[in-house]
């Protein structure tokens, strides 16, 4: 019954689409090519491709070669247009994968602003820390600006052949739209995929001549306290007897549910939605829950983009507090995939970048 009353929805929803795209497609709406590399991390689904980390490989690769800044809307944040996120930002300021990023590499320039165009100019404004690359998160249908190199994400697990437009499925426009990139990543693959897998991907991908694709996994690190100071034994999960509780607020949280089961026993869950905004209602409800488990001595585990939102929870007890640890994630690519990836995007970076100065130098002779 749902499906009947949303498939005409979607059907409206996907003309839109369809007419938004060809108007920028045909150059009746203008977009935007900036002179600085420009690199823009998307999906074609709602939520949960792994776009962060993959931002963050990006930002950890190409600081050792340029200056790197990052450019978002910062979703959910209470404010309006052009900010930069410094490491002491207000989550609710800036949003939580921005306030991340900073904080995990802050020699890297974090800005955010819902107007992309804008914030690319303030960016390039700055003649004393002027950025030599700008990463575009969450930008594959911000079609205002042309990026040099537009990388969708899809999720291994959540094939987009078989899904629907929204709001009927997840998709925020058709599948051959992924026409419009020049990587295409499956991201949260098995740490190893067989070559007949592989290969019905390829076909279903049908890459063109000008695209590239590959395969990452997610990888989970040791659990970090939230709260440094205040943080009891860090758990064990060598034995794989730690009793745990997952604390999420992401848009697909059953990859780090099933990480949790491998290395703890997992006795309860508390689930919000993606970027969800902690009350006190929420700090109560997990207040009751750990006492609940009180006598088995749970830990609680959440996600580091969790970690950055609930670093600001004045409410939880010291007791949650001292039991409160997130798992920090970063992708690998499989195989040896990660150097072709690698070369193709520094030298990307590295030849607009003498480009440019070479077009400013001849400019000022």
Same mark, same amino acid.
């Given at each position: 019954?749902?499906?009947?009353?949303?498939? #005409?929805?979607? &059907? $409206?929803?996907?003309?839109?689409?369809?007419? !938004?795209?060809?108007?920028?497609?045909? %150059? @009746?709406?203008?977009?935007?090519?900036?002179?600085?590399?420009?690199?823009?991390?998307?999906?074609?689904?709602?939520?949960?491709?792994?776009?962060?980390?993959?931002?963050?490989?990006?930002?950890?690769?190409?600081?050792?070669?340029?200056?790197?800044?990052?450019?978002?809307?910062?979703?959910?944040?209470?404010?309006?247009?052009?900010?930069?996120?410094?490491?002491?930002?207000?989550?609710?300021?800036?949003?939580?994968?921005?306030?991340?990023?900073?904080?995990?590499?802050?020699?890297?320039?974090?800005?955010?602003?819902?107007?992309?165009?804008?914030?690319?100019?303030?960016?390039?404004?700055?003649?004393?820390?002027? #950025?030599?690359? &700008? $990463?575009?998160?969450?930008?594959?249908?911000? !079609?205002?600006?042309?990026?040099?190199? %537009? @990388?969708?994400?899809?999720?291994?697990?959540?094939?987009?052949?078989?899904?629907?437009?929204?709001?009927?499925?997840?998709?925020?426009?058709?599948?051959?739209?992924?026409?419009?990139?020049?990587?295409?990543?499956?991201?949260?693959?098995?740490?190893?995929?067989?070559?007949?897998?592989?290969?019905?991907?390829?076909?279903?991908?049908?890459?063109?001549?000008?695209?590239?694709?590959?395969?990452?996994?997610?990888?989970?690190?040791?659990?970090?306290?939230?709260?440094?100071?205040?943080?009891?034994?860090?758990?064990?999960?060598?034995?794989?007897?730690?009793?745990?509780?997952?604390?999420?607020?992401?848009?697909?949280?059953?990859?780090?549910?099933?990480?949790?089961?491998?290395?703890?026993?997992?006795?309860?869950?508390?689930?919000?939605?993606?970027?969800?905004?902690?009350?006190?209602?929420?700090?109560?409800?997990?207040?009751?829950?750990?006492?609940?488990?009180?006598?088995?001595?749970?830990?609680?585990?959440?996600?580091?983009?969790?970690?950055?939102?609930?670093?600001?929870?004045?409410?939880?007890?010291?007791?949650?507090?001292?039991?409160?640890?997130?798992?920090?994630?970063?992708?690998?690519?499989?195989?040896?995939?990660?150097?072709?990836?690698?070369?193709?995007?520094?030298?990307?970076?590295?030849?607009?970048?003498?480009?440019?100065?070479?077009?400013?130098?001849?400019?000022?002779?």
């Amino acid at each position: 019954m749902l499906k009947i009353i949303l498939y #005409p929805l979607s &059907i $409206l929803y996907g003309f839109i689409v369809y007419i !938004r795209n060809m108007l920028y497609d045909s %150059n @009746i709406f203008k977009s935007t090519e900036f002179e600085i590399p420009v690199i823009s991390i998307g999906n074609i689904t709602v939520g949960g491709t792994g776009k962060t980390p993959h931002t963050e490989y990006l930002v950890k690769l190409l600081k050792k070669h340029v200056n790197v800044a990052t450019l978002s809307r910062g979703y959910k944040r209470k404010t309006k247009g052009f900010f930069l996120v410094q490491e002491t930002s207000n989550v609710k300021n800036v949003g939580d994968e921005p306030l991340q990023i900073k904080q995990k590499y802050p020699e890297a320039t974090v800005a955010v602003d819902e107007n992309r165009v804008h914030g690319i100019e303030k960016l390039m404004e700055d003649k004393n820390n002027a #950025p030599d690359v &700008i $990463l575009l998160d969450d930008a594959y249908q911000h !079609r205002k600006v042309t990026p040099g190199i %537009n @990388i969708l994400l899809i999720d291994y697990n959540r094939p987009i052949e078989e899904d629907h437009l929204l709001p009927m499925g997840r998709l925020r426009e058709r599948v051959y739209q992924r026409r419009r990139a020049n990587v295409i990543i499956y991201t949260k693959c098995p740490d190893e995929i067989t070559p007949i897998t592989r290969r019905i991907i390829m076909k279903n991908v049908n890459l063109r001549p000008y695209q590239s694709l590959y395969f990452t996994t997610m990888a989970y690190g040791n659990p970090q306290p939230v709260f440094p100071n205040q943080a009891a034994e860090a758990p064990d999960f060598e034995s794989k007897k730690t009793a745990s509780i997952m604390l999420s607020g992401i848009a697909n949280p059953t990859q780090f549910r099933d990480y949790l089961k491998s290395k703890s026993n997992l006795i309860d869950e508390i689930v919000f939605s993606d970027h969800h905004n902690f009350t006190n209602r929420d700090f109560k409800q997990i207040e009751q829950i750990y006492l609940r488990g009180k006598a088995r001595q749970p830990v609680i585990l959440t996600t580091e983009k969790d970690a950055v939102r609930l670093r600001f929870a004045k409410e939880l007890s010291d007791e949650v507090k001292s039991q409160l640890y997130y798992i920090p994630v970063k992708i690998k690519f499989l195989d040896s995939e990660g150097k072709s990836f690698d070369k193709k995007i520094v030298g990307y970076v590295k030849d607009n970048r003498s480009n440019r100065r070479l077009h400013q130098r001849t400019n000022q002779m």
